[in-house]
């Protein structure tokens, strides 16, 4: 898989070098596990959606401020209908 790519998405992150790459790999690996228990639990997908944007974006705004913030994501519409959060896409 190229997590490279798909944390690539994330405005302002350096991932030059091997060491940037192993901890967010290592941080989807967590986030994957979480999503995964919390569907064996019984929660829907589209709360775990929900929950988790919630969580990104106030956390990119606590660290990147509100206008960085909303410059990312203006950019995602395009980023979307290209493939970018297309982990099948992603993949090939």
Known sequence: MKL???FSAVAGLDLSTAADRADREAALEY???AWNAAEEDGLMPEALSHASLFAAL???VEQHGEQATADFIATLPD????????????LQ
């Open 4 to 6: 490279s790519k798909i």
């Open 31 to 33: 986030v994957a596990d």
């Open 58 to 60: 106030t956390a990119l």
């Open 79 to 90: 980023r979307i209908r290209s493939g970018d959060y297309n982990l099948t896409h992603s």
